[in-house]
């Protein structure tokens, strides 16, 4: 899924050039945390980490169905994650703009449990139960799916601003 590319010269250096999706991509790939924003039912944010795989083009999620974010998504669906460095004059950061859907297919669980296993090892070993991750000492957790509808890099050092705009 290619995205159409767009850079802001608003705020990016005279002679800054796009960031290529594939960078970015790479990154939403590579990132081992990500902060996720959402809306709590009376408007007030709520913004947490957490850890996320990239998979298909989308970005997925846990959370236990009690966690406020969890909460917060049975209300809106829209939601940010982003990702990145907190230095200054270097690297690149992510903003992925979307609509969370919570994932049930046993067969998709069971791919992205071994995604999440393969990124940060076998202590997020999930099982896959009854539409839910399981952990084998107990707990369950939703998954939720982000096809990202808007990505903005912030690029440092050379300075830059792009967005990826995406079909749906």
Request: glycine share 8%.
């Amino acid at each position: 899924m290619e995205p159409t590319t767009k850079l802001d010269a608003r705020f990016s250096d005279p002679n800054a050039t796009p960031t290529h999706w594939a960078q970015a991509r790479e990154q939403l790939e590579r990132a081992e945390t990500y902060w996720l924003a959402t809306v709590r039912a009376d408007g007030r944010p709520h913004v947490t980490t957490l850890l996320a795989v990239w998979q298909d083009d989308a970005i997925y999620f846990c959370t236990g169905a009690e966690e406020q974010k969890a909460r917060n998504l049975e209300s809106n669906r829209n939601c940010a994650l982003t990702t990145g460095a907190s230095a200054l004059h270097e690297g690149l950061d992510l903003v992925v703009e979307g609509a969370a859907e919570h994932v049930t297919d046993p067969a998709k669980l069971k791919s992205l449990a071994a995604a999440w296993e393969s990124k940060y090892g076998s202590v997020w070993h999930f099982d896959v139960g009854d539409g839910v991750f399981t952990h084998p000492q107990g707990g369950e957790a939703l998954v939720f799916e982000v096809r990202p509808a808007k990505v903005l890099g912030f690029r440092k050092g050379e300075y830059s601003q792009t967005s990826w705009r995406f079909p749906q």
